[in-house]
């Protein structure tokens, strides 16, 4: 393994900048007081008034109706875009020229650029999701092994919180990279539970008794209507998928789960169908 010394690398690093250029372009030379104070000054208005701005377009674009993804999204490159000028007068007043001072620091820029590598491409995935919006805040979304509900999505990272009450900071850029599943995009969502029957039992009468103690559940969609199909020769049963829709959160899944499974385990017991456990055939053979 190759072994690199920081402090060489930093050394080399800073023989390769122009020091003359450094000090033409930062020349602090007569500075007084009051520049000192108008330069501070200019940034802190920047700061706040960028931060002003981020609140008032947010607030006026969500109000005329456009989801709050691209309401963030203006507002916070209206913020950016105010604090650069800040940053860029801040500089100029102590009379820094930002130009001959990216061209002395040469490779260092390169080097800071490669450093700043990640930063910067999870700011532009965070750019790239909040414009094409795959989802929005408050949808339930699957991604990357993680399943939660969207609260945050800044110019970096997306936040979401778990079922388990676990709050998970996702890079961008990884979302990008990743499929993403929104399970509340579409304000609807199909569960698929499977049952099994005995060989011997009716399956006509096993697909009308699902189909008739499902239809007694609130939260199971009538439109689409209820599912059975009889899909699989099992080892001890032959298994009926029953799939049916409800509304799309991960809460109402589980709970309309449980009233499902309950309600046909009920129904089969009053109707004396069986579900069979596992079953093995045990051969004895005397080779003596």
């Given amino acids: ?5 920081p402090s060489l690398v930093l050394a080399t690093l800073a023989q390769e900048v122009d020091v003359d250029g450094v000090s033409e372009a930062i020349d602090t030379e007569g500075l007084e007081a009051t520049d000192w104070g108008v330069a501070a ?5 920047a700061i706040v008034a960028g931060m002003i701005l ?11 109706g456009s989801d709050g993804l691209v309401a963030d999204l203006m507002g916070r490159l209206v913020s950016y875009v105010v604090l650069t000028f800040g940053l860029v007068y801040s500089m100029a007043a102590l009379g820094v020229r930002i130009g001959p001072l990216l061209g002395a620091l040469g490779i260092v820029g390169i080097a800071l650029a490669f450093a700043l590598r990640d930063i910067l491409e999870n700011f532009v995935a965070g750019l790239l999701l909040q414009v094409r919006r795959p989802f929005d805040k408050g949808d339930q979304i699957v991604t990357d092994g993680y399943e939660g509900t969207v609260c945050e999505v800044n110019a ?4 979401i919180n778990t ?8 890079p961008s850029a990884e979302l990008i990279k990743n499929p993403i599943t929104n399970l509340t995009g579409t304000g609807k969502r199909r569960t698929t539970v499977e049952v099994g029957v005995a060989y011997r039992t009716d399956l006509d009468q096993a697909k009308a008794v699902i189909e008739q103690a499902l239809a007694g559940i609130d939260g199971v969609a009538d439109d689409p209507a209820v599912e059975t199909r009889v899909h699989e020769f099992g080892d001890s049963s032959i298994n009926i998928a029953v799939r049916y829709w409800h509304q799309p959160s991960i809460a109402t899944m589980w709970t309309i789960r449980d009233e499902v499974t309950r309600a046909i ?7 004396s169908i069986e579900i069979p456990f596992p079953q093995r055939v045990v051969a004895m053979t005397n080779n003596g």
């Fill in 1 to 5: 393994m190759i072994r690199i010394d």
């Fill in 41 to 45: 000054g200019t940034l802190v208005i």
């Fill in 54 to 64: 981020r609140r008032v377009v947010t607030r006026v674009i969500r109000a005329r």
């Fill in 156 to 159: 970096r990272s997306v936040i």
């Fill in 163 to 170: 079922p388990d009450g676990v709050q998970v900071v996702l």
């Fill in 265 to 271: 385990k009920a129904a089969f017991d009053e109707a």
